[in-house]
Nanobody
């Protein structure tokens, strides 16, 4: 079974940084993407960032571009999201997501058949 375990969330002041980690196991899809969605009360679910297993290409939502960086450690089957210059509007539950379509879920917001972790809370204070 697919298992995705997030860690690294917490409370941080505006302008600060956090690094999220996702330990992934239990799958071997042909051309998958892995990354992060976030969900905040009263807001639409947002595909934040993902990285392709095929060629390492990355995607970032406009709202985080220039501030967040996604990376992966293939030996450890772990993906990271380095978040800098955090803003209160970044406050959300962040979910690690595997997308067997190769990234379409992140780009379109249509999750389709995807695999989700339990999520980790990120809170940015003003």
């Amino acid at each position: 079974e697919v298992q995705l375990v997030e860690s690294g969330g917490g409370l941080v002041q505006a302008g600060g940084s956090l690094r999220l980690s996702c330990a992934a196991s239990g799958f071997s899809f042909a051309n998958y993407a892995i990354g992060w969605f976030r969900q905040a009360p009263g807001k639409e679910r947002e595909g934040v960032s993902c990285i392709s297993d095929n060629d390492g290409s990355t995607y970032y939502a406009d709202s985080v571009k220039g501030r967040f960086t996604i990376s992966s450690d293939n030996a450890k089957n772990t993906v990271y999201l380095q978040m800098s210059s955090l803003k209160p509007e970044d406050t959300a539950v962040y979910y690690c997501v595997v997308d067997p379509s190769g990234g379409l879920a992140f780009l379109t917001g249509r999750v389709g058949v995807t695999y989700w972790g339990q999520g980790t809370q990120v809170t940015v204070s003003s």
